[in-house]
């Protein structure tokens, strides 16, 4: 019983503080590109790509301040933005892709080989070499870079659907969405494609997110739709959710957002299951593109520019808790067989290499830093020192470990 009155009193805290949660307006600089269509958030660098303008605004300090990114694109529509090493794409309505480089002030359009301009989706393809490694989702398909758009290739093989309209990636994995609903996905950076779900929805898709093992898809007319079982399945997951145009969704551990036209934003506290408006200080309730960088989330708001929000004002826990502050990468031998190591640096997904004492790579993988963790054997070692490392954002954790027989 008394599990059941602390479930209830919590559940009504939780009711409280969503309710009374209070968005503030972050336009400071941002007078070119008040529609935001779409937001892109790195190593503590946040990107709005807008609309009408052809502008892309950047932000380091959370949004208070905004700065336009350079001259030259000739596009008035900002459909896509993304970016690595302070280098930036932008994905136009009709003029394709344009780079604006590190220290640079005039875009570049990269269209070599793209034969389809409207971009609708542009992601950095993590586990590659090649830091301008891309893929970008075009209303023809998807194409790869390893130049910054330089040069595009074709990589649509196994894509029987190229009316694409979301990129994403989940470790190692990456993952479309399309026009008609359907899901795919790669291993390889592209070069082929599986079928995940055909036209598991009567609409396009819109977004989807990752948590606790299931897929979450935004929808543009059939709002939101989970599976559990790696996209075999699907099921709506509307329940509050009365506004079902999804234009883009984002999660925080269990937590999940929603950007809805007309409805503004939505919160579920339990992986979908229920929804809840979390509008106050909101001026319009369509939404175009929501993002969260550190303790804040952001909405894009057609015509209004950006807006901020505490996540802890949602009755959200974003304070990193002792083991995330001093413990992002542990390493511990559970026995003389295993050694497991551990990640705690935040949200996200990390680089994590294993390194001889001479420089050579041992293992790599792509790993949620969510406190996740990763046992290795130890006979799969040769004898000696190694070094592990956790690269997350703008940080590298080391750590060494020797292996003894």
Known sequence: MSRLILSMVYSCVLCCLAATAQWVEVNNGMKYSLSVNAMFVQDSNIYAGGSYN?????????GNS?????????????????????????????????????????????????????????????????SGAFLAGTQGGVYFT???????????????????TVLASYGETIFVGTYNGSIFQTTDNGKNWKTVSISLCSSSLTSLVFTDGKIFAGSSANGVLFSGDGGDTWKETN??????????????KKYLFA?????????????????????????????????????YIFAGISGYGMYRAELNS?????VPDSRQKNENLTVTYLNNEIIRFGFGAGQGIGDFT??????????????????????????????????????????TKVKKFVVIR
């Open 54 to 62: 052809g502008v892309v605004s950047v932000s380091n300090d959370n």
């Open 239 to 252: 329940n509050g959710l009365t506004s079902l145009k999804v234009w883009s969704m984002v999660s925080f």
């Open 146 to 164: 390893e130049n910054f758009g330089a040069i595009w290739e074709d990589a649509n093989n196994g894509l029987s659907d190229q009316l694409i």
């Open 314 to 318: 949602f009755g959200i826990d974003a």
């Open 66 to 130: 905004w700065k336009q990114s350079g001259i030259g694109i000739s596009s008035s529509t900002i459909r896509s933005v993304s970016a690595n090493n302070n280098n930036i794409l932008a994905g136009t309505d009709g003029y394709g892709v344009f780079l604006l480089r590190e220290n640079s002030y005039n875009w570049q359009q990269m269209n070599k080989n793209l034969p389809n301009k409207m971009i609708t989706a542009l992601l950095p393809v993590k586990n590659s070499i090649f």
């Open 259 to 295: 950007a809805t036209e007309g409805g503004g934003v939505y919160l579920s506290s339990d992986l979908g299951k229920t929804w809840k408006q979390v509008n106050g200080g909101l001026p319009y309730m369509v939404i175009k593109s929501i993002g969260i960088n550190g303790s």
């Open 354 to 395: 294993i390194y001889d004492v001479i420089g050579n790579i041992i293992y790599r993988k792509e790993i949620s830093v969510d406190f996740e963790e990763l046992d290795l054997n130890l006979s799969d070692f040769n004898p000696g020192l190694f070094f592990c490392t956790l690269k997350y954002g703008n940080i």
